[in-house]
């Protein structure tokens, strides 16, 4: 649990430093993680209080989701692609409130949400990857901020769609089970947050 706060914290320092040189994508992946590390902060915060803590999630799931397609609107759609993501992005959020009154309440964990705007993440990413190869748009792509912003958005958020689709099942059938799956979604979060990292670390788009 403390190596993604860790990588967080580093990736905050560096994008302060960083900051005036940062793009606007980049400047958004600073934000993302600055809201990730408070989420994750206030939730080991609450959980030793005995506190349910899944309520954080129903906000920052569709805040989340905005924030990421706020990247690749700047960075990698047409006219078109943009306004199908401003419209993806009202979407989810609507998801989010008619999910919380109608499907999982805050003391639930907003799974449907998260599988939706990972579904969508990923789907976007895929394309994103697409137009780069057909246009050729980076010459030299793995010094590109935004290749690594993508490689993080498509290996977190496509393993995130396997475990929250078979999370719930798997951690009904043994505590075992729900260890490992909470195990692995850490995993791949520390993969996600180093690619991010690394993103800080390239020029600009």
Not at 109 to 130: A, H, R
């Amino acid at each position: 649990m403390f190596v993604p706060l860790a990588i967080m914290a580093i990736g905050m320092l560096v994008g302060i430093l960083k900051f005036q040189r940062l793009g606007q994508a980049q400047r958004s992946v600073i934000i993302l993680m600055g809201l990730a590390l408070l989420v994750e902060v206030l939730s080991l915060t609450l959980s030793k209080k005995s506190f349910n803590t899944v309520f954080i999630f129903h906000v920052y799931a569709p805040i989340e989701y905005c924030l990421l397609a706020w990247v690749f609107v700047k960075t990698s759609f047409d006219r078109r692609g943009q306004k199908a993501l401003y419209l993806s992005m009202a979407l989810i959020f609507l998801l989010a409130i008619a999910n919380l009154l109608f499907w999982q309440s805050y003391n639930e964990l907003n799974t449907n949400v998260i599988i939706v705007s990972s579904i969508t993440l990923v789907v976007i990413s895929v394309l994103s990857f697409f137009r780069i190869l057909n246009k050729m748009v980076y010459t030299k792509i793995e010094k590109s901020s935004f290749f690594w912003i993508n490689i993080g958005v498509l290996t977190y958020f496509s393993s995130s769609i396997v475990l929250f689709v078979f999370g719930d099942w798997l951690t009904q059938l043994d505590l075992e089970y729900s260890i490992n799956v909470w195990l692995i979604h850490i995993f791949f979060n520390i993969i996600q947050y180093l690619c991010f990292n690394i993103a800080l670390w390239m020029d600009p788009e």
